[in-house]
T-cell receptor, first 115, second 112 residues
Framework: KAGVTQTPRYLIKTRGQQVTLSCSPI?????VSWYQQTPGQGLQFLFE???????NKGNFPGRFSGRQFSNSRSEMNVSTLELGDSALYLC??????????????FGNGTRLTVT | ELKVEQNPLFLSMQEGKNYTIYCNYS?????LYWYRQDPGKSLESLFV?????AVKQEGRLMASLDTKARLSTLHITAAVHDLSATYFC????????????FGTGTLLAVQP
């Protein structure tokens, strides 16, 4: 069974630009969550999608947005990039967030560097 | 505020020794996860703890959950170099929150 796939693995962008990251969940998983990991702030929850609907959102500015498609694949977009957006962005999937006995399965992440 | 704290943040230990990582959380939850992360890699699920008193063991790692004390422990027995990694606990908060809150992580370095 294929794992969670994130593309691209690495990105270098300039301040002010925008970026789109992609995540394909494990087959059959309908929930996709996004996390930002930085040395200073650790792992922080961005948002979660289920059945093409955003179910929950973390404390991030509106520049961070996402969506989920009917095949459960998800994208997240960051507009007007700032230096502080440099981070490892992790996508995780599960059958349903918080499903009993079910951990989140994480992808390898996209490392975004903003210069 | 939902807070999850781990200690220690950094742990250097010799092979063959035992040690415990602690995970404290601020608000009641009955669901806690432990993950491992190797440098430059993603998060690997280690344990899912679903009830008070739950204990899970895999190899040299054993995790337990005390929901009344809001405390989970990850015990390392006879450490080996291959266990060197960063370990995270994560607490699930359901209902209106419905999210996973991660601890700060513990960087474990096992010296030969």
């Amino acid at each position: 069974k294929a794992g969670v796939t994130q593309t691209p693995r690495y990105l270098i962008k300039t301040r002010g630009q925008q970026v789109t990251l992609s995540c394909s969940p494990i087959s059959g998983h309908r929930s996709v969550s996004w996390y930002q990991q930085t040395p200073g702030q650790g792992l922080q929850f961005l948002f979660e999608y289920f059945s093409e609907t955003q179910r929950n959102k973390g404390n991030f500015p509106g520049r961070f947005s996402g969506r989920q498609f009917s095949n459960s694949r998800s994208e997240m977009n960051v507009s007007t990039l700032e230096l502080g957006d440099s981070a490892l962005y992790l996508c995780a999937s599960s059958f349903l967030l918080g499903a009993y006995n079910s951990p989140l399965h994480f992808g390898n992440g996209t490392r975004l560097t903003v210069t | 505020e939902l807070k999850v704290e781990q200690n220690p943040l950094f742990l250097s230990m010799q092979e063959g020794k035992n040690y415990t990582i602690y995970c404290n959380y601020s608000t009641t939850s009955d669901r806690l996860y432990w993950y491992r992360q190797d440098p430059g890699k993603s998060l690997e699920s280690l344990f899912v703890l679903l009830s008070n008193g739950a204990v899970k063991q895999e190899g040299r790692l054993m995790a337990s959950l005390d929901t009344k004390a809001r405390l989970s422990t990850l015990h390392i027995t006879a450490a080996v170099h291959d266990l060197s990694a960063t370990y995270f606990c994560a607490v699930f908060y359901g209902g209106a929150t419905n999210k996973l809150i991660f601890g700060t992580g513990t960087l474990l370095a096992v010296q030969p």
